[in-house]
């Protein structure tokens, strides 16, 4: 099987790492876990009773990280009232629910077979995923893409930008990194045809 992932049986979707594209992949979906949860900003506290005994309050600004900014929009643009208002019932939970995701990506390469030891093996990680794993998958994907596009500045059209750059420079090597995460996703995606 060459890495990525292709159908298999009963709706499942067969996935196949080196152990190298494993640790990567691993390393990449920890690192927006942690974003995520620990840069977590101070909820707003309520003066109602109700919504303080529901624990349904969270942060009214939208976070100063671009990362967390681009993974965590405002859902009105214009009016940042009604964002704030938005953002305050609504991004506690999407924030765990982002963690999740991520925590459900490394599990299954752990179940994979990913380890500590996985270095001195030549064994692939081999994943067997449900329905479920596999929008965790996808939405943890796409978080990693829009986390690394954000810090490298990826934009519409720039190919010729990232084509040009020197060998030596790292960030075509993140970029090929992003490239590669983008081809995972397109396989990911092709399987559930």
Do not use: C
């Amino acid at each position: 099987m060459t890495p990525g992932f292709s159908r298999g049986r009963r709706g499942r979707v067969l996935g196949s790492f080196s152990v190298p594209e494993a640790v990567l992949l691993r390393n990449l979906v920890s690192q927006v876990v942690e974003l995520v949860h620990d840069e977590a900003p101070p909820v707003a506290h309520s003066s109602d009773p109700l919504e303080s005994m529901l624990g349904r309050g969270g942060p009214v600004a939208a976070p100063e990280d671009p990362v967390l900014a681009r993974l965590l929009p405002d859902a009105y643009s214009g009016d940042d009232e009604a964002a704030g208002e938005f953002r305050r019932f609504t991004e506690p939970n999407l924030r765990e629910q982002k963690a999740a995701n991520g925590r459900s990506v490394i599990s299954d390469l752990e179940r994979g077979g990913l380890s500590e030891d996985s270095a001195e093996t030549d064994e692939n990680v081999e994943l067997d995923l449900g329905p479920d794993q596999v929008r965790a998958w996808l939405r943890s994907l796409t978080d990693v893409r829009l986390a690394l596009a954000t810090r490298l500045g990826i934009g519409d059209g720039d190919e010729d930008r990232w084509e040009s750059m020197p060998d030596d420079d790292p960030r075509r090597y993140v970029h090929e990194v992003y490239d590669w995460l983008g081809y995972v996703q397109e396989t990911l995606v092709q399987s559930l045809d």
